[in-house]
């Protein structure tokens, strides 16, 4: 009956764990051999038959009948043979069942320790292997916890994932049970234990969810070429199709914004900007800062900046709201990106860095960066709006602008 409740216990954790028939044998095996070790010095003389679906197995152990007795874990003698059976003699293998209880109580927990302990270390590995290959894969889970640093979320297995708040859109939202969209972003190996961490900020959870909203990107008809992002704020996507009748644009927003309409909602009303790629810099750098039309264009390859020159009313739109535009514009193209105001439509503008005996030169600096590279681009910006996006103290603003001021009074 032991037996039978041991086996019963294999049987339970071969079908919670969803383990294969081969292993589990090789395990219930590996540890039944090294408990024989523990008894009888050596297991090399057993012979283990499992029947996993039967639920039963038997240990039959070998030994040789001698006159007399040089290794009791491998020979028996013929007087003590004749005791049970008188018809073996010597040099005959003498064969006899070892029943579990001869295991005793600790030996029969023992065995229980080492499978619960061998069957936790295949999950683990099997757990930590499946969701290897899953990186870059969008999965849908349901919230189990939510706590201040993270989300517990529980997978169709019922295995634990991590949502870190890092990789939380910043309006994420989150009730238990209630269900979650995220893309695997790693898997990592902490005191044995696999921890799967996803993310919703990655590039590659919007990557996947335009190839499950958009059919001729998962067909590979348009290539998504490269995506920048500020998770739940704004994001750029540039596309390119291989196919001259398709517009690539055009596919993704679909009819009426219906493709990008659900996209936009799973990511938080987060602006989504579709870029046509082109090797043409200057093209690709006109369409990233869009939609400021832009006079004319400096590239400086071998510092990695760009100048770009828009008229006075372009400037806020190359901007964008805290500086997003500019930003995703410049990691799209992957250079620092310099705006200045085209000076022919506003003779009477003074460029800042007249101001560099008065101004130091790291707030001009700070200024510029924000596209304020004139004295009536930084008058017409409120206090409150340039300390906010150049970082600088509210005091300092006031006199710059005092200072502005006076060379036009």
Same mark, same amino acid.
């Given at each position: 009956?032991?037996?039978?409740?041991?086996?019963?216990?294999?049987?339970?954790?071969?079908?919670?764990?969803?383990?294969?028939?081969?292993?589990?044998?090789?395990?219930?095996?590996?540890?039944?051999?090294?408990?024989?070790?523990?008894?009888?010095?050596?297991?090399?003389?057993?012979?283990?038959?499992?029947?996993?679906? &039967? /639920? +039963?197995?038997?240990?039959?152990?070998?030994?040789? *009948?001698?006159?007399?007795?040089?290794? =009791?874990?491998?020979?028996? @003698?013929?007087?003590?043979?004749?005791?049970?059976?008188?018809?073996?003699?010597?040099g005959?293998?003498?064969?006899?069942?070892?029943?579990?209880?001869?295991?005793?109580?600790?030996?029969?927990?023992?065995?229980?320790?080492?499978?619960?302990?061998?069957?936790?270390?295949?999950?683990?590995?099997?757990?930590?292997?499946?969701?290897?290959?899953?990186?870059?894969?969008?999965?849908?889970?349901?919230?189990?916890?939510?706590?201040?640093?993270?989300?517990?979320?529980?997978?169709?297995?019922?295995?634990?994932?991590?949502?870190?708040?890092?990789?939380?859109?910043p309006?994420?939202?989150?009730? &238990? /049970? +209630?269900?979650?969209?995220?893309?695997?972003?790693? *898997?990592?190996?902490?005191n044995?234990? =696999?921890?799967?961490?996803? @993310?919703?900020?990655?590039?590659?959870?919007?990557?996947?969810?335009?190839?499950?909203?958009?059919?001729?990107?998962?067909?590979?008809?348009?290539?998504?070429?490269?995506?920048?992002?500020?998770?739940?704020?704004?994001?750029?996507?540039?596309?390119?199709?291989?196919?001259?009748?398709?517009?690539?644009?055009?596919?993704?927003?679909?009819?009426?914004?219906?493709?990008?309409?659900?996209?936009?909602?799973?990511?938080?009303?987060?602006?989504?900007?579709?870029?046509?790629?082109?090797?043409?810099?200057?093209?690709?750098?006109?369409?990233?800062?869009?939609?400021a039309?832009?006079?004319?264009? &400096?590239?400086?390859?071998?510092?990695?900046?760009?100048?770009?020159?828009?008229k006075?009313?372009?400037?806020?739109?190359?901007?964008?709201?805290?500086?997003?535009?500019?930003?995703?514009?410049?990691?799209?193209?992957?250079?620092?990106?310099?705006?200045?105001?085209?000076?022919?439509?506003?003779?009477?503008?003074?460029?800042?860095?007249?101001?560099?005996?008065?101004?130091?030169?790291?707030?001009?600096?700070?200024?510029?960066?924000?596209?304020?590279?004139?004295?009536?681009s930084?008058?017409?910006l409120?206090?409150?709006?340039?300390?906010?996006r150049?970082?600088?103290?509210?005091?300092?603003?006031?006199?710059?602008?005092?200072?502005?001021?006076?060379?036009?009074?």
């Open positions: 009956m032991e037996g039978l409740n041991l086996i019963s216990t294999f049987a339970e954790f071969k079908e919670l764990k969803n383990i294969d028939r081969p292993t589990m044998m090789s395990v219930l095996e590996d540890i039944f051999r090294n408990q024989l070790v523990k008894m009888y010095g050596t297991a090399d003389n057993f012979d283990i038959i499992i029947n996993i679906d &039967k /639920g +039963d197995f038997e240990i039959w152990r070998n030994r040789e *009948v001698v006159e007399a007795v040089d290794d =009791p874990s491998t020979q028996i @003698s013929l007087e003590e043979v004749s005791k049970i059976d008188n018809s073996y003699e010597i005959e293998q003498f064969t006899e069942e070892v029943k579990l209880a001869s295991f005793g109580r600790r030996g029969i927990l023992n065995l229980r320790q080492n499978l619960s302990g061998r069957i936790m270390d295949i999950e683990k590995a099997n757990l930590y292997n499946k969701y290897k290959d899953r990186i870059g894969e969008i999965i849908v889970g349901e919230v189990y916890q939510v706590w201040k640093k993270e989300v517990l979320v529980m997978d169709e297995e019922g295995n634990e994932l991590l949502l870190p708040k890092t990789e939380q859109i309006s994420d939202f989150f009730r &238990k /049970g +209630d269900s979650v969209r995220a893309v695997v972003s790693r *898997v990592d190996m902490k044995n234990n =696999p921890v799967i961490i996803l @993310s919703r900020t990655a590039a590659v959870f919007l990557e996947r969810l335009f190839e499950q909203e958009v059919p001729e990107i998962f067909d590979g008809l348009i290539t998504i070429k490269k995506i920048v992002r500020m998770p739940g704020e704004r994001a750029k996507v540039a596309v390119e199709s291989y196919d001259e009748r398709i517009d690539p644009v055009g596919a993704c927003v679909g009819v009426k914004g219906s493709r990008i309409h659900g996209i936009v909602r799973e990511l938080r009303n987060e602006n989504i900007d579709i870029i046509n790629w082109t090797s043409n810099m200057q093209l690709l750098i006109q369409r990233a800062l869009s939609p039309k832009i006079s004319s264009i &400096k590239v400086n390859e071998a510092e990695k900046r760009v100048g770009v020159y828009l006075p009313n372009d400037v806020s739109l190359a901007i964008g709201k805290g500086g997003s535009n500019i930003k995703l514009a410049g990691m799209l193209i992957g250079m620092e990106i310099d705006v200045f105001r085209d000076l022919e439509e506003d003779e009477e503008d003074v460029l800042l860095t007249e101001f560099s005996d008065e101004i130091e030169d790291w707030v001009i600096t700070a200024l510029k960066s924000i596209g304020c590279d004139t004295a009536k930084v008058l017409a409120p206090v409150s709006e340039i300390v906010r150049a970082d600088l103290e509210e005091e300092t603003v006031m006199e710059i602008q005092k200072i502005l001021r006076s060379e036009f009074e």
